[in-house]
């Protein structure tokens, strides 16, 4: 009961982490800037902005991300165990064709 509402919360902050990523704006400079190919800037991606509000539910979306994929691991090791193929029987063993038998003399 807990491992499947442990499940329901992190598949929250995996969408909840999706839309914070795809609201967020663009640096404006693309990956020629970042090879010195435009703009006076020294960075590699663009100059640093105040942390907004979006950049900063990122963060924390990421670590409650990174966090829920490690308990989840833990709490699904413990919840199934053994292994997946545990049950069921492999395939017969090939048994290599008899030799034709030999011809008689004549």
């Keep these: 009961m807990v491992f499947y509402l ?18 967020q704006q663009g640096k ?29 539910a990122t963060t924390v979306l990421g670590a409650l991300f990174m966090l829920g994929a490690i308990i989840l691991g833990v709490f699904g090791q413990s919840a199934g165990s053994g292994s997946l193929l545990s049950g069921v029987k492999g395939a017969a063993p090939v048994q290599a064709p008899a030799p034709a038998p030999a011809k008689a003399p004549k």
């Design 28 to 56: 404006g400079g693309d990956m020629a800037s970042a090879f010195g190919g435009g703009g006076s800037s020294q960075t590699a991606f663009g100059a640093r902005a105040g942390a907004t509000v979006l950049t900063r």
């Design 6 to 23: 442990l499940v329901g919360l992190y598949l929250l902050v995996c969408l909840l982490l999706l839309l914070v990523v795809l609201m």
